[in-house]
């Protein structure tokens, strides 16, 4: 089957424009609560190179939660696999702010993908040095990634959050007293929160992702990772990308996805598409509502879940 996928695109903005419940758009962070939730976005890179495009795919938005993806794939170029001596890899179960594991299981947060984890991940990044140059390294990398130097951070997000991430704060102190936060806690979330305050638009994220599609290669020639590491960041993206509803996400999309409180998700089909979709309005769980139900609507078309049988 070769899905139309241009005329898929423009069905699922039309289902998504009419759609009446949006869902809630996070209000936890004042700044995002300001964003108009009837906006959405779908970019789809290929692997043969096409880009398809639909609704406000060029309108920035707050990655948030989706840059924990590129600090993992920066922190694993720094230290390796010794990275999983200070963070799981199994799905938490829990909200992404969740703090209850931690003193259980001594300060080693699940996974990378819920904050605690990409804390960990954000000092494993800052290294020794100031957070600026741990964030500039970023920026460096989604640009590269995506092809696109104009991608930048929104500091009035960064500024929100750094006034009110209380609860960030009490996790990133909390690991900090078992020793797995390492620098002082201001400098690791100085860095954490402007990762997550990086702006990018459905095109540019969709571009950004195709290394993970590719085996790990930048469509340009440049290897950014190996094949057995972007398979094992895919791994984690499909089990933990969507905090305690990877499960529901995997059965109803069945893609490895990461989801940002800005109402982003960027999808992985292996050998196939990047694609990046954005509706500001969340579920319960703090996943886009509307995004998850285009990369449903998306998956059932195309057979894209990674558990469907290839044609044969
Ligand atoms: N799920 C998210 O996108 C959370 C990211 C957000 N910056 C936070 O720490 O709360």
């Known amino acids: 089957m070769t899905p139309d996928l241009s005329a898929l695109v423009d069905s699922i903005v039309a289902r998504m424009g009419a759609a009446e419940d949006r869902g809630q758009v996070a209000s936890y962070i004042p700044e ?20 398809l495009t639909g609704g406000d795919a060029d309108t920035s938005f707050s990655i948030q939660s989706i840059s924990k993806v590129f600090a993992l794939t920066l922190a694993l170029g720094k230290v390796g696999d010794q990275l999983w001596q200070r963070v799981g890899r199994e799905p938490s179960g829990n909200a992404f702010n969740s703090i209850v594991q931690l003193e259980q299981e001594h300060g080693i947060p699940r996974n990378p993908f819920i904050n605690a984890g990409a ?37 009035d997000v960064a500024a929100s959050e750094t006034t009110t991430g209380f609860r960030n704060m009490a996790l990133a102190n909390y690991m900090r007293a078992f020793g797995n936060v390492r620098h002082p806690v201001d400098l690791v979330l100085g860095t954490y929160f402007h990762q997550c305050a990086i702006e990018m638009s459905c095109r540019q ?44 996400f995997a059965f109803r999309v069945g893609i490895p996805g990461k989801s940002g409180v800005g109402g982003g998700i960027l999808a992985i089909v292996p050998g196939r598409a990047a ?30 879940s990674v558990f469907s049988a290839p044609e044969f």
């Open 205 to 248: 994220l969709a571009l950004a992702g195709r290394y993970l599609m590719l085996d790990g290669r930048h469509p340009d020639g440049g290897r950014v990772v190996s094949p057995g590491r972007a398979r094992r960041i895919n791994a984690l993206m499909l089990t933990c990308g969507h905090y305690d509803a990877s499960g529901d």
């Open 32 to 51: 995002l609560a300001k964003v108009d939730p009837a906006q959405f976005g779908i970019a789809i890179a290929t692997a043969d190179g096409r880009m």
């Open 275 to 304: 694609i990046a979709v954005w509706c500001p309005g969340l579920n319960d769980n703090g996943n886009s509502m509307l995004g998850t139900q285009a990369l449903q609507m998306l998956a059932e078309a195309t057979g894209w």
């Open 119 to 155: 804390i960990v991940v954000a000092d494993v990044n800052l290294g020794g040095h100031q957070p600026r140059v741990a964030i500039g390294e970023m920026l460096r990398f989604v640009r590269y990634l995506s092809g696109d130097d104009s991608i930048a951070i929104n500091e």
